[in-house]
């Protein structure tokens, strides 16, 4: 019988600690209920990969796990992404992918799933892709839920779950692709880090003041959600990474007593990726997308890391 394996891993949302994570500030981040599936089949005929403009980092990723999992081979296969993630928007994909794709091969070549393991090759895959990314979205795509995370060194990340007792209704709004990779955001920033060190600094430990705030408004305490949210889109704004066109969708979402922020890198020249969205009342934020023909949609926070998926 051939063999065949389906493997999930979900998206993320950063709700604080973007781009500060880098330099050893601490993140919250979400995974939530939009998913990407790799599929791996045994065939007779060299490796077939779909969809076809994914081969390059599929390649890529292949070629790192057999060297990290010291196996040859493997180029008679057959690999199918499938991903309800929109790409390059800050949602995490290619974290996805890397961790999918990492615990698919598990699965494969019937390898205890190690989560530790699994978060270690994915983040290797994405180094591929971003250069030198902090291990925060392929961390929360692997084990799930809320993340509290940090980067201590390279060699050295510590993330803990955490357990929330509330958490509002909150959206995103896909302000579109970003003309800049996620590698060039982080490289742009530090730039900035390097150039004016001292009010980086400042902006970065403000950021690790919000993300302490964030953890205490999920623990219960009667923090203004909608306060926190903004605060951290200035700090964001301050370092270089949302362009004035998503500047001004923000503050016509503030004009009508919303908040909102960027999720993830970010973008200056146009766009700046997933934003998120919260009003206390919701029906009014549907009503401004509406009328914006923008595109809104809701997301299920705290999902559940990679997963088996039927064939």
Same mark, same amino acid.
């Given at each position: ?18 781009? +500060? ?10 995974? &939530? ?18 969809? &076809? ?50 615990? +698919? ?97 400042? &902006? ?45 969708? &923000? ?8 908040? +909102? ?25 549907? /009503? ?21 998926? /039927?064939?």
């Amino acid at each position: 019988m051939t063999r065949k394996v389906k493997v999930s891993a979900p998206g993320k949302v950063i709700l604080s600690g973007e781009h +500060a994570v880098v330099y050893g500030y601490p993140e919250i981040l979400s995974a &939530i209920d939009r998913r990407l599936s790799v599929e791996i089949e045994e065939t007779g005929s060299d490796l077939d990969i779909q969809p &076809i403009e994914s081969r390059p980092f599929v390649e890529y990723a292949v070629e790192v796990i057999k060297t990290k999992l010291n196996v040859s081979g493997l180029n008679n296969l057959k690999i199918r992404t499938n991903s309800q993630i929109p790409l390059g928007c800050g949602l995490g994909s290619s974290a996805a992918f890397s961790v999918a794709i990492t615990a +698919a091969f598990f699965g494969f070549l019937n390898l205890p799933r190690s989560l530790k393991k699994i978060n270690e090759i994915a983040y290797e895959i994405e180094k591929k892709q971003h250069g030198t990314p902090s291990g925060g979205d392929n961390t929360i795509s692997a084990y799930g839920g809320f993340l509290l995370y940090r980067k201590e060194t390279e060699s050295f990340k510590v993330f803990s779950s955490l357990k929330t007792k509330v958490f509002p209704q909150i959206f995103l709004i896909n302000s579109g692709k970003p003309e800049e990779s996620t590698g060039e955001m982080i490289k742009g920033v530090k730039d900035f880090v390097l150039k004016t060190p001292q009010e980086a600094e400042k &902006i970065f430990k403000e950021m690790e003041q919000i993300t302490r705030n964030f953890l205490r408004f999920l623990s219960g305490e009667e923090l203004n959600f909608g306060d926190l949210i903004t605060i951290n889109e200035r700090l964001l704004e301050q370092l270089g990474v949302v362009s004035s066109k998503t500047k001004l969708l &923000i503050q016509k979402i503030e004009s009508i007593s919303g908040s +909102a922020k960027i999720s993830g890198a970010g973008g200056l020249k146009d766009n700046s990726g997933i934003v998120i969205v919260y009003h206390e009342d919701p029906k009014v934020i549907e /009503k401004f997308a509406h009328e914006g023909n923008l595109d809104l949609f809701r997301v299920k926070l705290g999902e559940r890391g990679f997963k088996n998926e /039927k064939c």
